[in-house]
């Protein structure tokens, strides 16, 4: 069954040993050789020797050393047969170290010897630690990265810290001895004997406590007042003017910018989360005179959206044409209001970090995140991948695999939406464009509305037309012909506002993009269920209207980020960067499990 | 001062308005008047506040809401010192209250309990108040439906009054575990805790609690594994202890086994935890008596423990107290320290001595611990009773192992503190002090010289007169082991000092321990013929009565093959020989026993009569031919063709003599 002698193949030894495993990170990790005799493998994950004396030891490790950042590392080793002497050790190596000893014996190794119960810490001479173990047992390595220290757990009693002051980057070792020793190796494939998820709890427990104990002393009363400012600019971020006065009345605290100035956000942001852009557009450029001219991307994103929302039915150009004018696209199902979801939203940011242990897809860099990092131009946006923060909303919207899990998608865009707005804006500052707000917004330029009345008069009827008709059919336009044409023809104009984009600064692959899964909704019989349905989910909204509203902030020279935001942004990265310094306690410090 | 009372007597006075609503507004201020404020509880209970309160509080007249606030005064009084509460419970007021939760009115249920709680968990306040009403118990059952808050303070009350077995069995008669089981998984950390604290006051040391415990589910879980699960690492160690102490009453109880996967993977080890130097003092004294509790009767939890996060290390720490540190840098710290000095040092002592109880390798790892040989000398003379007690339990688990006898407690001259702590201790610690005693007067130690010269015999002598069995049998037992195959200077002191008139009181002892040892002391002050004949010569009479007697006696086998040695031991001397050669009776009862069903007793009366006809020169003739006359020869004969091949042998070994 075993092969006999020297002759065993590579490729074997790498193919026995399964994936590390530890809660935080999955990585793929084998066993590889040790030296040219006395190691060999079977068809089953074993490990298998046939030396004699301590001449003939040899090892065989990891084939990845243990990531500081899973914060808690474990695995276990059962001793299918103690061979002839039991001479075993279970323990960790540093790259380099001999393979042809047992764990333990040299420099930066280290070792629990199954013959006598020894720990070795790069010695030759081991120290009583714990007891013998022999054919039958269980033997669990568990490596702390929080205090870099290692216990060891026979048959799933922890028998308490074998070596302290561990160096990084240690690989997962076995060495054997003796003929006939066998012993199998467990990441993770199969459950542990020892509760490691329990000895975690308490760690993540521990790690929790000390960030909430954390201790502020003197400085109580200034956080009182940073707190206080947190929660105000973030409620007048979002508009939500009267919440923020009767908080800052309460608190005692000023508001920066004015009411009608936040009055006027607000209304702004409700119209495009109402799906009635152009509305939104024009109330845009009557109060913001300029902006949107300064602003060209903002301006055809905007427009893009009006598109898709024509195409919903629920633009006020088309609903003009409709007899029953609210559409069922209006509702927001749940929650009518642009409310962030915190809670969701942070694993996502979390999981910009290359080397974050959560980090499933390789997303981007974090410093890509930055709010002050500035791109040098619209390429650099749109030449980065589809998932970047920077390639901004419909690339989420356009990809398959979004419309697959509907209930993700939408989250997931609101969180890129605060950062997003960051690269778009700064891109705009460099650019100038005029003559494009004339182009397209002469039909719509016939309001002779004040502003305030404006406010007051529609805030009722946006209500309205939220919860009603849900449930009838949805059709192109609204299924008013009329619409339709008028859609048609504001389509023409957006193709000719691209074509003079592009003369003007040339080939922008996101415009061309973004357009083309507009226009490709009009291909579908049935719009809502194609493959690029997803556009008219009006989730969709609330990425180009915090866009907007960040844009409107900056214009007024106010933060286009809530510092409640930028807060959680740099406890994210702070997160990140102790990973990357491999602190192990970053494992358990997540942003996230501080949100509710 | 006097201002202060001045004001007192008007807070009282204003109880005394003829207008209801003045009345309630006067409590009101009270309340107000007195949280926090110890002096000002103390005045106006001088003052007589506490009987009007009482008063208004049984006044059928007197509006809910104002009886709600007395009992809420009543509560904040009942805050402050020991003496407030002697003096409320003085005034009756346990009664009173427990008359008030008939009321419908939870809020004033609610007032009561608070207040009931706060009295019961004193300790000035006398358990026995809450069982002597019999309805109190059923009612307090049926309010436990009533809110969190109720089921919070009835359970604390149960917990803090339920003080014996008694008390067990009360609570569980009324359906304590059916009615609390569901509170385990409360929404309110605070119910859950109490719940759990109940349930451990009520399983300690009780067999039947314990094994209805196992068989309650909750939520489609048994307890158990709701108890398991509040030992996960992230909760609380409050909940973590206290889960560890529910479960370890009932593996002890034996409705769990101690092989169980909870107790080996679950209990242990956290108790384990509990003594790991992160936790708080008094967590680590309950961590270290309760796993002490758990693994006593087990040799398998003893060696798992023993591995167990260094736990013998870890126990080595509990002796630190106060550390050095503490005394310098913190005068608090060190007042803490000391208070809890005593109570860690007899918790890792009655540890060790559970964890030493039965494997050697063990007991070896224990000796070896750094002083500890010496920690536990000095622990024999501490001046608290607790530390002494536990310091010559761990000494007794340890003198079980021949080794250590040989070596450390030699090396260390155990026997010295040991000898001191036997001179005027309780009971308690005598029978563990002289139990160790027994076993270093074994022939092979060596501490057993230096303690025969230290004037031992006197001691020992003093304890087989003890009214407590286990102190005569230790006595006699350490006697015994003194005078195996001790000189005649030794044994002739044991007679003397033990004094025959007392060493057959012994022998008509109704303790069998007691007996057999003292059956076992003769046969070895019985032993080498000169001391036989000696020891014969002056005493042969009353022990030849006294075995005659036994033989007689309604006794086990044990004690007549005993007793039956002891003859053959008298027939091995040379003179001793006559007196159960003169004696028929004698000679009678043993043909009797050598005919007997039990092969022991026909060996032991067999060896007797072969010493008797043992061939040697002078008179041996005489003797054969009387036994041979008395018909020993044909039972010889018989037991040749035994089926115990001892028997058989010995029989064939006496023939052999008659031949010669």
């Keep these: 069954m075993q092969s006999k002698g020297n002759n065993y193949s590579k490729s074997d030894l790498h193919s026995f040993l399964g994936n590390h495993h530890s809660r935080n990170a999955v990585i793929q990790n084998q066993l590889s050789q040790g030296k040219e005799g006395g190691i060999c493998c079977e068809d089953r994950p074993n490990i298998y020797c046939h030396g004699k004396n301590h001449k003939d030891a040899a090892s065989v490790r990891a084939t990845h050393p243990i990531p500081a950042a899973c914060g808690i590392y474990y695995f276990e080793v059962k001793i299918v047969s103690k061979g002839r002497d039991g001479y075993m050790g279970i323990g960790l190596s540093a790259q380099g170290v001999n393979m042809n000893r047992l764990p333990g014996w040299d420099k930066h190794s280290y070792g629990y010897h199954g013959d006598d119960g020894h720990s070795f810490c790069s010695s030759g001479t081991g120290q009583p630690y714990g007891p013998t173990f022999t054919t039958g047992d269980v033997i669990g390595c568990c490596v702390n990265l929080i205090n870099n220290t290692c216990f060891y757990t026979k048959n799933g ?339 000719g506002l691209n074509e003079q984009l592009c003369r003007e600064y040339g080939k922008n692959a996101t415009h061309k993009k973004m357009l083309q899964d507009a226009f490709s909704l009009l291909a579908y019989s049935d719009p809502w269920n194609c493959p690029v349905g997803q556009q008219l989910d009006p989730m969709q909204r609330e990425n180009i209207c915090s866009a907007l509203n960040s844009a409107i902030l900056e214009s007024q020279n106010l933060p286009k980020q809530p510092p409640l935001m930028l807060a959680v942004g740099q406890a994210t990265e702070c997160v990140q960067l102790m990973a990357r310094v491999r602190s192990g306690s970053c494992s358990f410090a997540r942003v996230d499990s501080f949100l509710h | 001062m006097q201002e202060v009372t001045a004001t007192s007597r008007h807070y009282v006075d204003r109880l005394f308005h003829p207008d209801p609503q003045k009345v309630l507004q006067g409590v009101i201020d009270m309340k107000n008047a007195v949280i926090g404020n110890n002096k000002q509880k103390a005045n106006l209970i001088v003052l007589g506040a506490v009987p009007r309160l009482l008063y208004l509080l049984q006044q059928g007249l007197s509006s809910s809401e104002l009886r709600t606030e007395c009992v809420v005064v009543l509560g904040s009084l009942a805050m402050g010192t020991e003496n407030n509460i002697k003096s409320l419970v003085d005034c009756h007021i346990i009664p009173a209250l427990l008359q008030g939760l008939v009321c419908p009115d939870l809020v004033f249920i609610e007032a009561c309990l608070r207040c009931l709680r706060t009295v019961f968990i004193s300790p000035v306040t006398p358990v026995q108040l809450l069982y002597t009403d019999p309805t109190v118990i059923p009612h ?348 005649q200077k030794v044994k002739g002191e044991i007679v003397r000092a033990l004094g025959t008139e007392q060493l057959f009181r012994l022998l008509s002892d109704p303790d069998t321990n007691v007996l057999m040892k003292t059956l076992g002391l003769l046969r070895n002050l019985l032993s080498t013929r000169p001391h036989i004949d000696q020891i014969m010569s002056s005493h042969g009479k009353q022990i030849m009565q006294a075995v005659t007697l036994i033989l007689e006696g309604e006794h086990s086998i044990e004690v007549k093959e005993q007793t039956l040695c002891i003859l053959a031991n008298i027939a091995d001397g040379n003179t001793a020989k006559e007196l159960i050669m003169t004696n028929d009776d004698i000679l009678q009862k043993i043909k009797y026993y050598m005919g007997h069903s039990n092969a022991k007793l026909q060996l032991a009366a067999t060896f007797c009569i072969s010493n008797l006809i043992w061939n040697e020169e002078g008179s041996c003739q005489e003797r054969q031919d009387k036994l041979r006359e008395l018909g020993f020869v044909d039972i010889l004969h018989k037991l040749t063709q035994a089926l115990d091949p001892n028997l058989c042998e010995r029989a064939k070994t006496a023939m052999q003599h008659y031949l010669a």
């Design chain 1, 157 to 495: 009693i922890s028998l308490g810290v074998a070596f302290t002051d561990l160096p990084p980057n240690l690989y997962p070792t076995v060495g054997l001895q003796t003929p006939g020793e066998i012993v199998d190796a467990n990441f993770g494939q199969q459950p542990f004997v020892f509760d490691i998820e329990d000895y975690m709890s308490e760690w993540r427990a521990k790690i929790h406590g000390m960030i909430a104990r954390f201790p502020i002393g003197e400085r109580l009363g200034e956080w009182q007042a940073v707190l206080q400012n947190m929660v105000s600019t973030y409620l007048v971020h979002h508009g939500y003017c009267a919440t923020a006065t009767a908080f800052a009345r309460a608190t005692e605290t000023l508001i920066q910018e004015d009411q009608t100035s936040i009055k006027n956000r607000q209304r702004i942001q409700k119209l495009v989360l109402a799906g009635r852009v152009g509305e939104a557009i024009e109330a845009t450029q009557q109060l913001y005179p300029g902006l949107l001219e300064h602003n060209s991307n903002l301006l055809f994103m905007l427009k893009c959206r009006q598109f898709v929302e024509m195409v919903n039915g629920t633009d006020s150009e088309v609903r003009c044409f409709s007899v029953r004018s609210p559409k069922s696209q209006d509702s927001y199902p749940g929650s009518p209001s642009l409310s962030p979801r915190h809670g969701a939203t942070n694993p996502h940011l979390h999981s910009a970090g290359a080397d974050s242990p959560t980090c499933s897809n390789g997303v981007t860099p974090p410093n890509k995140n930055k709010s002050h990092n500035k791109y040098p131009g619209v390429s650099s946006a749109s030449s980065s991948s589809s998932s970047s923060p920077s390639s901004v909303n419909y690339s989420e919207s356009n990809s398959t695999d979004s419309t697959k899990s509907q209930p993700h998608s939408g989250t997931s865009n609101q969180e890129t939406r605060c950062v997003a707005s960051d690269s778009e804006m700064e891109i705009e500052a460099e650019h100038y464009t005029n003559g494009v707000a004339e182009n397209s917004s002469t039909r719509i330029m016939n309001g002779t509305y004040k502003h305030q009345e404006i406010l007051q008069a529609e805030d009722g009827s946006l209500g309205n037309g939220v919860a009603e008709d849900s449930c009838a059919s949805r059709q192109l336009c609204g299924g008013n012909q009329a619409a339709t044409e008028r859609m048609i023809q504001f389509g023409r104009e957006l193709q």
């Design chain 2, 140 to 487: 307090l059952m049926s309010l436990l439906s009533r809110s969190p808050r109720t089921q919070d303070y009835i359970t604390q009350i149960f917990s803090h009054c339920c003080k014996s077995p008694e008390h067990q069995t009360v609570l569980f008669n009324h359906g304590a575990i059916q009615n609390i089981a569901p509170m385990l998984i409360s929404l309110s950390y605070k119910v859950r805790m109490q719940a759990l604290k109940c349930f451990s006051v009520l399983a300690y040391e009780n067999t039947q609690v314990s094994m209805t415990l196992v068989n309650v589910l909750v939520d489609g879980d048994l307890l158990s594994q709701v108890f398991v699960r509040m030992l996960q690492r992230n909760l609380p160690i409050e909940m973590q202890l206290t889960a560890a102490k529910c479960l370890t009453y009932m593996c002890r109880a034996g409705a769990i086994r101690t092989d169980d996967r909870c107790i080996v993977l679950k209990t242990l080890p956290c108790l384990v935890r509990m003594c790991s130097k992160e936790r708080l003092l008094e967590e680590r004294v309950e961590g270290a008596e309760t796993l002490a509790y758990l693994m006593e009767p087990d040799v398998e939890l003893q060696r798992i423990a023993s591995v167990t996060d260094h736990l013998v290390a870890m126990l080595a720490d509990y002796f630190k107290y106060p550390s050095s540190v503490s005394a310098i840098t913190d005068i608090k710290r060190l007042d803490h320290d000391l208070k809890h000095a005593h109570e860690l040092r007899q918790a890792a002592f009655k540890l060790y001595a559970s964890l030493g109880s039965n494997d050697e390798d063990i007991r070896k790892k224990i000796t070896e611990t750094e002083n500890m040989m010496d920690r536990i000398v000095s622990g024999l003379s501490e001046s608290s009773i607790k530390v002494r007690l536990a310091a010559v339990r761990c000494l007794h688990s340890l003198s079980r192992s021949v080794q250590q006898l040989r070596t450390s407690f030699h090396d260390h001259a155990v026997w010295k503190p040991l000898m001191k702590l036997l001179q005027n201790a309780p009971d308690e610690v005598l029978v563990m002090a002289s139990s160790t005693l027994c076993n270093l007067l074994l022939e092979f130690s060596p501490s057993k010289e230096p303690i025969l010269e230290s004037g031992v015999v006197e001691l020992l002598c003093s304890l087989t007169q003890s009214d407590s069995p286990a102190l005569r049998v230790n006595g006699i037992w350490a006697l015994m082991n003194m005078a195996f195959q001790a000189d």
